[in-house]
């Protein structure tokens, strides 16, 4: 009997292998290839046959994984695979005939909340990667009943959202900034909405508006 291919997608955190979990570098021990960005493979220096990618899409990787003849295969994605994580989409374009396992890893949003000693139990979420903000998100942030993290993008840094915000938003809300989170260049910031629309952030970053005011 023909054995099944084994596609394991691995939630590798937001960088930096301090992130990464034992699960993490079990399944990647155990694959015969693993696709992903230089950034994530190079977190696994003792991987066996490495497919780097400028970025990982649904499309490309769905590609490689069925035109390989290996089959145990790993998929390195960024922070964790059920928080707006490409492992949603790729797991759906594969075949069905396909063994697909999720492996956790810790969530920017995890991270970022940690690095300011933060709960996270009753914050609301939302990615701002390749998507506009939406009344949704800006009325969520008005009514102030939760926190709101909001993943930033290249077209969506936390200074042009707080810009977006302080028509609307109180402006003395507390802020939290964490970006480029793991990396050598990590940057963890606090203060005001009226505060951040001056701060010069990337992308890369996790923006948290919080409910109180100073």
């Not at 079990?26 to 190079?42: H, M, N, P």
């Not at 497919?51 to 145990?72: M, Q």
């Not at 903000?133 to 102030?144: D, K, L």
Request: net charge neutral.
């Amino acid at each position: 009997m023909e054995s099944k291919k084994e596609v394991v997608i691995i939630g590798c955190g937001p960088g930096g292998a301090g992130y990464l979990t034992g699960q993490a570098r079990d399944a990647v021990d155990r694959s015969e290839v693993v696709i992903g960005t230089a950034k994530f493979l190079s977190l696994f220096p003792r991987a066996a046959a490495q497919i780097e990618l400028d970025s990982v899409n649904t499309g490309r990787v769905s590609e490689i994984v069925t035109g390989t003849d290996a089959l145990k295969v790993a998929v390195l994605v960024s922070g964790d695979t059920g928080l707006y994580s490409l492992a949603s989409s790729l797991s759906k374009a594969l075949p069905q005939s396909y063994s697909v396992k999720f492996i956790p890893g810790v969530s920017c949003i995890q991270a970022a909340c940690a690095l300011f000693s933060l709960e996270w139990q009753d914050m609301r979420f939302f990615s701002l990667h390749y998507r506009p903000a939406t009344p949704e998100m800006v009325e969520e942030v008005i009514r102030g009943t939760h926190p709101v993290a909001f993943l930033c993008g290249p077209a969506s840094r936390p200074g042009q959202i707080a810009g977006d915000l302080i028509k609307k938003v109180e402006p003395h809300r507390v802020c939290y900034v964490a970006c480029k989170l793991g990396s050598d260049n990590q940057r963890a910031w606090q203060g005001k909405l009226v505060e951040l629309v001056e701060e010069n952030f990337n992308g890369q970053a996790v923006c948290i508006i919080d409910r109180r005011t100073v």
